[in-house]
């Protein structure tokens, strides 16, 4: 995410099955402080920390046995084909 000069990335690293690791980054191209900026990063944190508490129960849901399986998105195409092929080389 990118505003007024800041930009934020987010990478994640596959573990194993269960466990992703996320690398959060913060960049700015003004090194100096300014109130705006700590209250944009203390924003981004928070809006961090929520997802991170969503994904976490979302990950909890999908490994009960209420969950089977479900689509990806059927409006992905080229993100189901490329999951598919990577399901069927595990596979065989």
């Known amino acids: 995410m990118m505003r007024d000069g800041n930009v934020n990335t987010i990478q994640v ?24 900026k700590e209250e944009y990063f203390k924003f ?15 990950q909890k849901g999908l490994s009960s046995e209420a969950f089977t399986n479900g689509i990806f998105s059927p409006t992905e195409h080229a993100a189901v084909y490329f999951h598919e092929l990577i399901d069927n080389n595990l596979q065989n």
Do not use: C, H, M, N
């Not at 981004?44 to 979302?58: A, G, H, I, S, T």
């Open 13 to 36: 690293i596959p573990v194993d099955a269960e466990t992703s690791l996320g690398i959060y980054r913060d960049y700015s191209l003004d090194e100096k402080t300014t109130i705006e």
């Open 44 to 58: 981004v944190d928070q809006v961090r920390q929520e997802d991170f508490e969503l994904v976490e129960k979302l």
